[in-house]
């Protein structure tokens, strides 16, 4: 048995792979452990309260000299702490899954001798990734067109985005497109940057919808609290049918349930899209650092898979004649499901697995012990 330690920036996009690679390496009955920041803790998830490390981290937001200075003083103390617990936990490995808080951590394990892996799940290499992949002995990569970045050539390994187990449960359930004049699922999600606009568009564009297919319609739609009761008003007075909340704790479900996706595309999202094997309209965040979103949303629009359809560009009248079109040619969009599903890469996680016990140095003694 080895121990591994998993770096995540505390977010869903990053925590949920970091999970994914946890459960398969303790599967394999090695230990894993997470260091992160204080926003994990809100995210409970898969590792036990003494299996979590926090470590003093923050991002770069002004160049203003008093914030620099703060940033560089916290920093170097996550930086010292990173050390403390790296010699405590001894790690073969140390996995970083990008933000911010992976900094401290990967340094201190770069700095030690310890091997290093990034993975980067976006289509393009994020800031703190970027900083890291320079001494990482591998990065792992979602998407091939992500290894031919400069630099990257000789450590780059093509793994996939993991995804959890729920998402590979749904992946085993197929998909026949409805024909026309049966009734038509649609799930909206878009997280807490995405919600608000998909509050304001989609109503409004399925209202702009001819009465024939807007009677089909079924949604799902993600809302933030305070937009709900709007919402709801405009699909009430549509005759549309919707169930609408917050938050689902079964997406990767209502995700399988749906004939079409529209959602923002955050690298999990595009993961779990792919994974599963759905159509999907998807709208990046416009004012995503690196404009990453866009990136991954064109790569998975290249397969055939799905439809980029850019916020600025995207009213109601456009979106409605985008859902349309895929409403009423049930061969196309069983074509972009099959073309998602094809994209997807359900082993992720067990290539990212791998990666990890390769670069620790435990492939013959996870080889014996079975």
């Keep these: 048995m080895a121990v591994f330690l998993v770096a995540a920036g505390g977010t869903g996009g990053h925590l949920f792979p970091a999970e994914a690679l946890a459960q398969e ?68 490995a140390v996995i ?85 004049g049966q009734p038509f699922d649609l799930l909206v999600f878009g997280g807490s940057q995405g919600a608000r606009i998909f509050a304001d568009l989609v109503p409004a564009a399925v209202g702009q919808m001819a009465a024939a297919e807007r009677g089909r319609l079924r949604i799902v739609q993600q809302c933030r609290p305070e937009d709900l009761a709007r919402v709801r008003e405009t699909y009430d007075h549509l005759g549309v049918p919707a169930e609408l909340g917050s938050f689902f704790v079964d997406l990767p479900e209502r995700i399988a349930g749906a004939d079409l996706v529209i959602a923002r595309s955050g690298a999990s999202t595009v993961a779990e899209i792919a994974v599963i094997g759905r159509a999907a309209i998807l709208i990046p965040f416009p ?14 629009a290249s397969e055939g898979a799905a439809v980029l359809a850019e916020q600025r560009t995207t009213g109601p009248v456009r979106l409605a004649q985008l859902i349309e079109e895929r409403m009423t040619d049930p061969a196309g969009l069983a074509a972009m499901a099959e073309a998602a599903r094809h994209a997807g890469v359900p082993d992720a996680v067990a290539r990212l697995a791998d990666l990890a016990e390769g670069i620790g140095g435990v492939s013959d003694l996870t080889e014996n012990e079975a």
């Design 25 to 92: 390496l303790e599967a394999r009955g090695h230990e894993v452990q997470l260091v992160t920041d204080e926003r994990a803790r809100r995210f409970g998830g898969a590792f036990a309260s003494d299996d979590v490390h926090v470590v003093a981290s923050a991002t770069l937001s002004s160049r203003n000299p008093l914030a620099l200075m703060r940033l560089a003083i916290t920093l170097v103390r996550g930086f010292l702490q990173s050390r403390k617990l790296l010699k405590a936990l001894k790690p073969a």
């Design 96 to 180: 970083g899954f990008g933000g911010y808080p992976t900094l401290p951590p990967l340094m201190a394990a770069q700095i030690g001798g310890v091997p290093t892996i990034v993975h980067e799940a976006n289509a393009v290499l994020g800031r703190a990734n970027r900083r890291l992949s320079r001494r990482a002995r591998a990065v792992a990569v979602t998407f091939a067109e992500t290894a031919g970045e400069e630099g990257l050539s000789q450590k780059a390994v093509v793994t996939g985005n993991p995804v959890r187990r729920a998402v590979l449960d749904e992946a085993e359930k197929g998909y026949e497109a409805p024909a026309p």
């Design 287 to 300: 004012h995503a650092l690196d404009n990453d979103q866009k990136a991954n949303a064109a790569a998975l």
